[in-house]
């Protein structure tokens, strides 16, 4: 067969074309030794107060309406979802969606993912109902009924 793997050849693999004892596994990251340099530079350029700068514009930005912000927000607190969680969310919006949905979460707009939100077919955490409030209002949309009450913690009347 001109498919086979060699015996334990010059490319160190077995018959079974399984890596035989001793292999060094190949050359690794050419660029390895490059992007940490890099990486030591930013660390060493970026101090606290630059960061905590940069995250409380992100934070104002989710605040504000910004689907991206509040994506990240959440994806840096909790981690990004698995693979397969969103592949069966996605499945079943597909099913049970609105006619029509044929684009990924990825590929939508931040008024598309709210109009899906308020159509009741997934459960929504308030942060999210909130952020989808905030899309309606900076649109000049009229709310949906499954948002109008919706706040965001900072946006909570404070008890006197």
Do not use: W
Not at 75 to 97: H, I, N
């Amino acid at each position: 067969m001109a498919n086979s793997p060699s015996i334990n050849g010059a490319n160190g693999r077995d018959a079974r074309g399984r890596f035989v004892k001793g292999n060094a596994g190949g050359p690794g990251n050419p660029h390895i030794q490059k992007v940490a340099k890099l990486k030591a530079v930013m660390l060493e350029a970026v101090t606290q107060k630059d960061l905590r700068a940069i995250v409380k514009v992100l934070i104002e930005k989710a605040r504000a309406g910004d689907v991206t912000a509040a994506r990240e927000v959440m994806d840096r607190c909790f981690g990004k979802p698995s693979q397969s969680v969103e592949l069966e969310a996605d499945a079943t919006l597909r099913a049970q969606g609105p006619a029509g949905l044929d684009k990924p979460f990825e590929e939508m707009s931040d008024l598309e993912i709210a109009e899906i939100l308020a159509a009741g077919h997934v459960e929504v955490p308030p942060i999210l109902k909130a952020t989808a409030r905030r899309v309606y209002e900076a649109k000049g949309l009229p709310v949906p009924a499954a948002f109008a009450d919706a706040v965001l913690p900072a946006e909570e009347p404070t008890q006197p």
